[in-house]
Nanobody
Framework: QVQLVESGGGLVQAGGSLRLSCAAS????????MGWFRQAPGKERGFVAG????????YYADSVKGRFTISRDNAKNTVYLQMNSLKPEDTAVYFC??????????????????WGQGTQVTVSS
């Protein structure tokens, strides 16, 4: 089982950038697809981006496509989310999670009960 700790959030003006990190423990990190999710106040948690176990495949929510980039470093057991051209509507708590495939994360995320604390991203207008 992989344990995850998110970091890198903060307050940024619209149009700015942030890079989030998700550090994983456990020797099987490279076996899992990884994903980023976010939850804004009063809204349900939603899928943001996913990356395959090898890093060769990625998938993005339409709302972040072209602005966010997910990447991973299996040697460092870390997955990243580079966020550019941030908008106020990107304000949320961001979480990472692991699963066998990106598709599994997208469709099973409502069943997860082991979310971490997340990292707060606030974009001011």
């Amino acid at each position: 089982q992989v344990q995850l700790v998110e970091s890198g959030g903060g307050l940024v003006q619209a149009g700015g950038s942030l890079r989030l990190s998700c550090a994983a423990s456990g020797r099987t990190f490279s076996s899992y697809a990884m994903g980023w999710f976010r939850q804004a106040p009063g809204k349900e948690r939603g899928f943001v981006a996913g990356i395959s176990s090898s890093g060769s495949g990625t998938y993005y929510a339409d709302s972040v496509k072209g602005r966010f980039t997910i990447s991973r470093d299996n040697a460092k057991n870390t997955v990243y989310l580079q966020m550019n051209s941030l908008k106020p509507e990107d304000t949320a708590v961001y979480f990472c999670h692991a699963d066998a495939t990106i598709a599994a994360m997208r469709f099973m995320m409502g069943e997860y009960d082991d979310w971490g604390q997340g990292t707060q991203v606030t974009v001011s207008s």
